[in-house]
């Protein structure tokens, strides 16, 4: 069974960058398409960025200009770099791999203003 650990949340002040990371555990990654969802406080989880085993990608709205996904199928993993961040996307950050159906644990972003 594969897991996913993800990497990289914390604590910013809007107009700043983070960078996720979410490492894979087995090869089947390379098959799957990667994805980082968001849930905030109160609020159902959203898909924020997913990428494909060929590396097409699509983002929410909300995101878009800011975020760029990616992936690096020689070491399994999944990115995410954020910039100009706002008090909105506070939230936890969950990585996934499907059709597989595994997430990771979540990891924390805060985001100050």
């Known amino acids: 069974q594969v897991q996913l650990v993800e990497s990289g949340g914390g604590l910013v002040q809007a107009g700043g960058s983070l960078r996720l990371s979410c490492a894979a555990s087995?090869?089947?990654?390379?098959?799957?398409?990667g994805a980082w969802y968001r849930q905030a406080p109160g609020k159902q989880r959203e898909l924020v960025a997913i990428?494909?085993?060929?590396?097409?990608?699509n983002y929410a709205e909300s995101v878009k200009g800011r975020f760029t996904i990616s992936r690096d199928n020689t070491n399994l993993t999944v990115s995410l770099q954020m910039n100009n961040l706002k008090p909105e996307d506070t939230a936890v950050y969950y990585c996934?791999?499907?059709?597989?159906?595994?997430w990771g644990q979540g990891t924390q972003v805060t985001v100050s203003s």
């Open positions: 996934a791999i499907f059709p597989a159906g595994v």
């Open positions: 087995g090869s089947i990654f390379r098959f799957n398409s």
């Open positions: 990428i494909t085993s060929a590396g097409n990608t």
